[in-house]
């Protein structure tokens, strides 16, 4: 669309001197930027994955911070993930009535180990969860199952413990 003529001689050197600082940027824009750029709707936008907390230096605020986004997002992810798992059980279990304990079961079976991996991972860090909190309690999980077995299955036995019972 044409633009409209310049009403006095100040408007018609502002437009020139718009267009000659415009103009350039915005070709540039409209053929080089633009044509090669990936378009994504916002819903589907993929973050890079970033180094996450153990990778970082103690003193690189950039990388803790990126860090701490990253686990922001994918605790996001995975609360979807629960969201629809459970939505999609209580759905089987509507349209399945009264057959729902058969027919739902392996959809069951499949929100319940989700839910279970979530609680191992986020489970007791509270609102204020950060990816250091996180690493922290994996740690401290890491270091219980290798003393005492898997969490859940009691304790092992020592040696010492049993020669002593005898």
Request: charged share 30%; net charge neutral.
């Amino acid at each position: 669309m044409p633009e409209a003529p310049a009403r006095n001689p100040l408007d018609s050197f502002l437009n020139a001197v718009q267009a000659t600082i415009d103009g350039p940027v915005t070709w540039f824009r409209e053929k080089i930027v633009e044509p090669n750029r990936q378009t994504y709707p916002w819903y589907h936008q993929k973050f890079r994955r970033v180094p996450s907390i153990d990778q970082c230096y103690t003193d690189d605020a950039v990388c803790i911070f990126e860090a701490n986004q990253q686990f922001k997002r994918d605790k996001m992810v995975d609360n979807e993930i629960l969201a629809i798992l459970r939505q999609r059980f209580e759905d089987c279990v509507l349209y399945e009535q009264p057959d729902h304990e058969r027919k739902c079961r392996s959809i069951l079976d499949t929100y319940e180990k989700a839910a279970e991996n979530w609680f191992i991972k986020y489970g007791d860090l509270g609102g204020y969860a950060n990816a250091k909190t996180a690493y922290m309690k994996q740690k401290h999980r890491m270091i219980w199952e290798r003393r005492h077995g898997p969490v859940g299955t009691g304790m092992k036995s020592v040696e010492g413990d049993a020669a002593s019972e005898h």
